[in-house]
């Protein structure tokens, strides 16, 4: 059960205890590149170091006066987004947008699956923002930065306030998921479908669950993410499959599979994206497979920095989802070759915006005169 606070304050040590993490992605709450100060565990004969209670989740409100963000990056197909949370409890280890939890004031590691900031306002200040004279349609996307399904959606209910301020307006969205949570607003998803308001992709990145467990913690599992693919697309609503991030030598090799399951639960759009290591997100990772597996965290980083110009990450737009190299080129060719085989891409649905009506303004003061 979360708690709730609306104070930020991280909680997690350096390096936590193996039972304090149990269930988490990150092997330790990292500094991010803002700290001034380490935490560190220290035993004073007092405390029990050999075991310790999990750590918990707790939620912050946030405070923003607007919830749509805008982009000019060149290399997405989409120039505004919504993020109902900041943080992310997945868990996932490889995730990019860890380093975006430094800008908070928490670490990017274990308080980045801990600390959740929610936006419970955030279905009325997108009518708010819809409304404005000046604002032009486009696809909105959900899922770009932190999953709209992650777990305390399922209490929150702030993604699905969101579809529906989206569903009256007629507007236009994409969505990134990694959750069947994503089937309980079938209602409203299906109603957008019917007007070719909404595609969904889901995120699958291995079928092993132990894999699985280990990168993405709580995210839903691997057959549970199919299933959603099926239920989704027997509903109507288009649903595909971003096979990201590819990580060398860790599940790289289930490509051409995890694209073959993805067409049997009825995807017929395909995406990838190969792993990315922005900020601390490096030793992030280097934690991770020191733990998980040491046997071959040399050559999976050998392969990265391959892919990436020598170093652990370039954020060059144009490169920074493929990277270049042999390696690169090699998945690209794979990924190619797979989805013109399975059958991928054919046809790519065009979101409708011409349908797009704004929400009236909200002048109740004007209603009194």
């Excluded at 490889?94 to 800008?103: G, L, M, V």
């Excluded at 595909?240 to 490509?255: F, H, K």
């Excluded at 059958?343 to 004007?366: H, T």
């Amino acid at each position: 059960m979360a708690k709730f606070t609306d104070r930020a304050v991280s909680t997690a040590a350096d390096h936590a205890h193996p039972d304090a993490r149990r269930g988490r992605g990150a092997v330790s709450a990292v500094r991010s590149r803002y700290d001034t100060e380490t935490r560190q565990r220290e035993d004073d004969g007092w405390d029990n170091l050999e075991t310790a209670d999990p750590l918990r989740t707790t939620l912050h409100l946030d405070s923003s006066r607007s919830i749509i963000a805008w982009n000019k990056s060149p290399d997405i197909p989409f120039d505004r987004s919504i993020n109902p949370y900041r943080g992310c409890e997945h868990g996932c280890i490889y995730c990019f947008a860890r380093p975006s939890h430094a800008y908070l004031g928490y670490s990017p590691g274990l308080d980045f699956e801990t600390q959740i900031v929610i936006k419970p306002d955030a279905a009325a200040l997108l009518r708010k923002e819809l409304a404005k004279s000046g604002y032009r349609v486009a696809t909105m996307s959900m899922g770009t930065n932190t999953d709209p399904y992650q777990p305390v959606e399922r209490d929150q209910k702030i993604t699905r306030s969101i579809l529906q301020v989206l569903l009256e307006t007629r507007h236009p969205l994409g969505i990134v998921t990694k959750n069947h949570l994503v089937t309980r607003d079938i209602d409203i998803l299906s109603e957008m479908a019917k007007l070719d308001l909404v595609k969904v992709y889901l995120s699958l990145t291995t079928l092993d669950r132990q894999l699985a467990r280990k990168m993405e913690p709580r995210a839903s599992t691997p057959p549970k993410r199919l299933e959603a693919i099926r239920l989704l697309n027997e509903a109507g609503i288009p649903a595909g499959v971003m096979t990201a991030p590819m990580i060398p030598a860790i599940n790289d090799m289930e490509l051409e599979n995890l694209l073959e399951a993805a067409w049997q639960a009825g995807a017929r759009e395909a995406g990838w994206v190969l792993l990315r290591l922005p900020y601390e997100l490096k030793e992030l990772w280097r934690e991770w497979l020191q733990e998980h597996y040491p046997d071959r965290a040399s050559k999976v980083m050998k392969l990265v920095q391959e892919s990436r110009g020598g170093k652990d990450y370039v954020a060059d737009f144009g490169g920074r989802m493929r990277g270049e190299g042999a390696y690169a080129d090699l998945i690209a060719q794979r990924f190619g070759k797979a989805i013109k085989r399975i059958g991928f891409n054919e046809r790519r649905l065009r979101l409708r915006k011409d349908l797009f009506r704004a929400p009236p303004l909200d002048d109740r003061q004007g209603m009194l005169f």
